[in-house]
């Protein structure tokens, strides 16, 4: 057959890439099982379900990008029998309660979701040793209020130093303090206990603070791996990942890695300022579109202290923070 004796008909033409009919139907999944996670490591999920089971899991590509964490209730397909090679699917991630959210830094507005479904934020601090950064605390209370979470304040090591100081800074805003040493009977370690059975929270704090010990005298079972703080008062990181663990008597207690900042890039100004209830009440009094910093014309703050109605150091933690937010726009 010459070329020329060719017509369309002898060409195969082979159907394009969108031809094909596609569906945005997706399974329901409807005989997924219940499971929350309770660790994350590169990629893989521990799971824990409503049977005891301990599984591995990995997400679903329907899942798309949105990040699954600790805390998390999800649901779980494929082999959910929690065997020594079985591996589940993570194919839906149920509505959160809380979430606690950071970012790398205030000018980077992508969030960093850290533990979904939390009940309370048990804030870590060292009275000395490394020495408390009162900012650094404020940054998460401002996080447990945006993310809602009831934030308790934990003092360790008051064999150090006394703590007054602490006390009289956050008591007044409505902020549980609660204090402990090194003492294996230590009350302060029971009221804890007391304050979080039957309820999820999670240990947040800076390195070195004693927050792995507080985790293993609080769990005994949990066995974290504990460090020391260097000789410039900077703590060694013990915690590589978050964990839940159960803790005795009900609830459970969420550990996660030391930190040495908390970016708040997510958060908005009127969240920075639900952190500081002395504070709020009186910016209602504010004009118009008042960005609470120093130097704002008619800003209602300067004159709540000057009344003695709030403190200094309160309204120039609050505008370090509204000002670091600022900047981000810049």
């Known amino acids: ?64 990008r949105r990040a699954v964490v600790v805390g998390d209730r999800v649901a779980v397909v494929g082999d959910v029998g929690g065997g020594p090679d079985a591996l589940g699917r993570i194919v839906r991630v149920e509505p959160r309660t809380s979430l606690l959210r950071r970012t790398p830094d205030d000018s980077d507005p992508v969030e ?108 005994p079972d949990a066995y974290r ?24 008597g009900g609830g459970t207690v969420i550990d996660t890695p030391g930190v040495r900042s908390f970016g708040l890039g997510a958060v908005t100004p009127q969240g920075v300022l639900a952190a500081f209830p002395d504070l709020a009440q009186a910016a209602a009094a504010c004009p118009p579109g008042c960005d609470h910093l120093e130097g704002t014309p008619g800003c209602a703050l300067d004159a709540e202290v000057g009344a003695g109605r709030a403190t200094a150091a309160r309204l120039d933690s609050l505008r370090r923070l509204l000002l670091a937010l600022s900047s981000q726009d810049d």
């Open 225 to 248: 791996a504990v460090g020391e703080v260097t000789g410039v008062g900077k703590g060694r990181h013990t915690s590589s990942s978050a964990v839940a663990l159960p803790l005795p």
């Open 1 to 64: 057959m010459s070329p020329r004796e060719l017509d369309e008909d002898d060409v195969r033409v082979r159907p394009g890439r969108g031809s094909r009919p596609r569906t945005r139907t997706r399974p329901a999944h409807e005989e997924a099982a219940p499971a929350v996670v309770v660790s994350v490591d590169r990629g893989r999920y521990r799971l824990g379900t409503d049977t005891g089971t301990v599984l591995s899991a990995v997400r679903a590509r329907e899942l798309g």
């Open 112 to 219: 960093r979701p850290v533990v979904a479904n939390a009940e309370v934020l048990v804030v870590v601090t060292a009275l000395a040793d490394p020495v408390p950064r009162p900012r650094l605390v404020d940054r998460c209370l401002v996080a447990a209020y945006d993310g809602g979470l009831v934030p308790v304040l934990c003092l360790t090591k008051d064999d150090l130093a006394p703590p007054g100081q602490m006390r009289a800074l956050y008591e007044p805003l409505g902020v549980e303090v609660v204090v402990t040493g090194p003492a294996a009977d230590d009350p302060g370690v029971e009221v804890l206990r007391q304050r979080l059975t039957g309820r999820t929270s999670v240990l947040f704090g800076q390195s070195g603070v004693g927050k792995s010990t507080l985790v293993n005298r609080l769990v």
